[in-house]
């Protein structure tokens, strides 16, 4: 009876839960290890982790004034789309779909298996099969909740943000109360210039960057956000910041109570943390930890869905995946349609090789969006932005991420070219289906405009023609009799 279409369920509250919700998860509680494998030491591994806060403060803003110009939802494929045309959107969307989301997930969802067995488990370490059980188990409650309800999975996004900032704040708390009682000797020569790799520090930025990401997630449901305009910029800027702080922090407890080998050593640094700091909870932060892993799964399908939905809308998509449930209001098919890639990939996946296998993808096409950001404004200076940052910040930004992507080439050349691979595989897709359908459509309207021209437009001026000269008869006539009355 009424028009179906999704729904202006996003307030600020809940778009700052569901950014800080996508960023606090399962980054914060593996990534410390590959951001100190790849930098080397203490001091070079926090200066990486307050680089890529930064990195991200300076991603967001530039995604806050995309949203403010680009009205639509969808993310990194519609900025691409809107700004570069459509093969570069399609390659991120074929990039997004069969390497980038699903290793994301599958990342996420084992993390959350370990830390919820760990528990069960300790001081051994949780058996293979078993948690790669649990995180299917969670990613597909998760699936279920999307395909239920919109307003629901924004609720449970919401409390788990709170669950996130708690476990981080039990984690920050027991560390600054050692540092303050004078416990620096993990800090000493925290600067030590033999053991930093160059060639090995992409890795640490991706690493890290795995952490933060999830700036960009109100970009996916713009068109259910309420009042975008004012509340994509206050809500990005204030998580960011949020976030950075709580990181820092958190990295500073990690280096205060355990060693750097211990760091390394460790599967699950959060779990020998509170080993170490506090036995008291040693079954307590390791579910905080699942539940935030589970948050982030949350966020991850609730905006990944919005991405085909739009991509099915714009024609590079089957049209199936357009679709709204009737009565639930959710993008049903483009939910569902995650599952097997992300099942195949927590079967026979590992942490840190689905890390660099995705994050280069991932950095290339955020790195394209905001290269469009810099021609979008070139190319229309009279459209009026509610929010603009300064040009150095896309800028920046831009070269930044497309640098890191090239020197990551050297730093895991097997990863990074299975991805850039997976890229480039969606040419002859794009050119032998989806350009030939657009190809289609033109010709197919050119030989409808070449029918009107070459029979329908003929016999149209025929017709007019016989029209007006039995109206000029008609004319004549009368004034004919006129003249004879006369």
Known sequence: EEAIFLRKKITLLRAFSLLIGSMVGSGIFISPKGVLTNSGSVGFSLVVWFSCGLLSMFGALCYAELGTRITKSGGHYIYILETLGPLPSFLFLWAEFFAIRPANSAVV???FGRYMLEPFFAPCAAPVPAVKLVSLLGYYTVLTLNSWSVTWSARLQTALSVVKLLALALIIVPGMMLLAQGHTEHFQDAFDRQSLVLDKLPLAFYAGMFAYSGWFQTSFVR???VKPERNIPLAVIVSVITVIVGYMLTNVSYYTVLGTQDVLASPAVAVSFVQRAFKSLISVVPVLVALSCFGTMNGGIFTFSRTLFVASREGQWPPLFSMIHIRRHTPLPAVMLMFPLVTAMVCIGDIYHLLNFFSFSRWLFIGLATLGLIIHRHRHPELHSPFKVPLFVPVSFTIICLFTVAMSFYSDPVNISIGCTMVLSGFPVYYL????????RCRNLLSVSQDFLWTKLPSFFSTLSDYLTHKLQLL?????????TY
Not at 433 to 440: T, V
Not at 476 to 484: D, G, P, S, T
């Open 433 to 440: 289906i989806i350009h030939r359908q657009m190809s289609d």
């Open 109 to 111: 969802s084992l993390a």
């Open 476 to 484: 004549l006539e009368v004034v004919q009799q006129e003249i004879k």
């Open 223 to 225: 068109e259910e956000l």
